[in-house]
């Protein structure tokens, strides 16, 4: 028997697998995340006040659902994704969600242009391990850039290339930008399994930074 929530996402694993035929670099998935590792991705959002989150490669809305179930109609949520007809399901999906066509490596712009300068969180479903190098490090500066002093950043990652060469280089990456990057225990209920990293407290600010010169 297939119930009304389990409809949709039975069809968004087939999205998935479509699109990652279509594009598995920047798909680099073939099932949407789940409902366990959506709540460790948004835990750092605000319970309280109007806190503005960003999201990066929402997809199909796995993290969306759980980000604009801790807002409950409080805050900001902008959600940033490439692919644009996952944009539009999103908007289909999610009115209330400030959904943006556009590449997460424009980051700085993307807020620019929509007046955004402190951001309480982003949360990031991209592929990062499958990012150039100087891409994922400008792209993490750019994150951090754009938090507040108490905001976190988190990015999830498959335990299974967790170890390999370019997701080393990524968390580097990571860890040379902020000063605290916690690592979470192996959330198991998802396909693949995964880890999260909540990073926090950019080392170097870079409008304080313009600010002091
Ligand atoms: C691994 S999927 C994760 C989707 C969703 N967050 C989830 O966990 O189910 C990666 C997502 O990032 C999007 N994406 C890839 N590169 C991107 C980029 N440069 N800018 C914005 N979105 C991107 C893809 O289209 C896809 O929706």
Known sequence: MTSVREEPRNRDFLR????????????????????????AMVAPVPEKGDPVVVELGPGTGAFTKAVQAKLRGRGRHLAVELNPAWAELLRERFPRVEVVCADATDLRNVLTERGVSD????????????????????????????????GAFTQFTYSWTRWAQPARVRLQALRATFEEVIVSTTVWRNLPPAAVYVARRARQHRRVVEHAA
């Open 119 to 150: 951001v309480d969180v982003v949360v990031s479903g991209l592929p990062w391990v499958a990012f150039p190098t100087g891409a994922g490090r400008s792209l993490a500066a750019a994150v951090a850039d754009s938090l507040t002093d108490t």
């Open 16 to 39: 998935f697998l479509g699109e990652f035929a279509r594009s598995p670099m920047t798909t680099a998935a073939v099932a949407p995340s789940s409902a366990a590792l959506a709540a």
